[in-house]
């Protein structure tokens, strides 16, 4: 590993801060409050962050391996810490709705997402540039499942109906071509019954020790 | 009528709790502390969260051209957009990117993605910089007073978007039909286009805009 892995205490405060950092963002979004509320708590919050800035930066951890890096515990599936930091599926980033993920088989991942009323586009509806993203994460998380690290090449996102806020989707990304170093993933997005988009993208597989130079550069950094 | 109802931005204590909190979101992800700092943390910011639950909700403004563009036509960061998640100065989601309006119904708009918008490898989440597009295109719709919906986004990625960089985003229509435009865009660094691609939107018209932010905060009123 390069890098040290988190203390679990640490890991769970971390998540923890993240998921109420989450909800707050939203109540900012969401509510009409009196001025001093919203005063009351960006000094704390500005407080908070300064406290947090004097910390030493995190390392982000890649392991020596492909098959160590992307590996699956039950339903759980890993990505390194990818998905514990990623901004679409990661429980330590505030930033991520986040995003779920579980391996149904073997070049097929579901994925459940809810978007808050922080991510309102058109009136009352999810953001089309967030579900655009949702896309781009579970496919590229599908396209792993092959045992390929790979960079997004195209996305394409087709949307069939409004994307509803505070409602459980449920999304399912397929392998659907390998050729060489290209693999392409399709994918679709479901409320309830109804289909509000599909999306397919093409990746182009890293050579690992490529992909854990990029990813250990940051630690560096 | 709230405040945000009137198509004005929102105060500067929301404008400032949304900053604080960005800022919080890139240390949550960047700094390695001990886990009690984290959870002191976490204990104020739930404290907070519960008293702004049990405030009224936000309505949104109903008309479209209104809500979006401030007076002088310039600025975009105005009505319900300073509470976009890409653009929105009032949304700690949104890193925010600044949107502004160039001649020919070109729209540029300039962001900077702290490194928590990324995986870890130095470059912004290709998604954030489809959803960034999305923004931008879905812009010149709105400059152009035509309410759009996403139909198609087609994104190209050409190399690694750095965070912590600034970024151009400029997009426009290619062809405008009475209920289809089709549009493209660019995404560039120092010049170099990381990025590009097009999009299709559906117009919704004024009408349909409106009944839907009617119905919107007719739920929110009523649950």
Known sequence: ?221 | MSKDETGRRSGPYKRRLAAALRSLNVEVVNAEAPGEVFQEAAEAIEGFTKGLTEQPRRTRRVGHRESNRDPSGIEFDYGMMDLSPLSGSANPLAPPMKIKNEENNRVVGVVTFPASYGLGSGAVHNGYLAAAMDEILGAVLAWMGRPPMTGILDVQFRSPCPAEKEVRIEGWVKRAGKQIVFTEASVRVDGRIVADGDAVFFIVGEDTYERLSEERNEKIRFG
């Open chain 1, 1 to 221: 590993m390069s890098g040290n892995r988190e203390s679990e205490d640490s890991r769970i405060h971390r998540r923890r801060l993240a998921q109420a950092l989450r909800e707050l963002c939203a109540e900012v979004v969401a509510s009409d409050a009196p001025d001093e509320m919203f005063l009351e708590a960006a000094e704390t919050a500005e407080a908070f962050a300064e406290r947090l800035r004097i910390e030493p930066r995190r390392v982000r951890t890649v392991a020596s391996s492909l098959e160590e890096e992307i590996r699956v515990e039950g339903e759980r599936y890993h990505y390194g810490d990818l998905l514990d930091f990623s901004p679409l599926a990661g429980a330590a980033n505030p930033l991520a709705p986040p995003m779920t993920v579980r391996k149904e088989d073997d070049a097929t991942l579901v994925g459940r997402v809810m978007f808050s009323a922080a991510y309102e586009g058109g009136p009352g509806l999810a953001h089309g540039g967030y579900v655009a993203a949702a896309f781009d994460e579970l496919l590229g998380l599908t396209q792993s499942l092959t045992g390929e690290a790979g960079m997004t090449a195209k996305l394409r996102v087709r949307y069939r109906s409004p994307c509803p806020l505070q409602t459980e989707l449920r999304m399912e990304g397929k392998v659907h071509e390998i050729d060489g170093r290209k693999i392409v993933a399709k994918g679709t997005m479901h409320a309830g019954d109804r289909l509000v988009a599909d999306g397919e993208a093409t990746f182009i597989v890293l050579e690992h020790e490529v992909y854990r130079k990029k990813v250990s550069r940051f630690g560096e950094k």
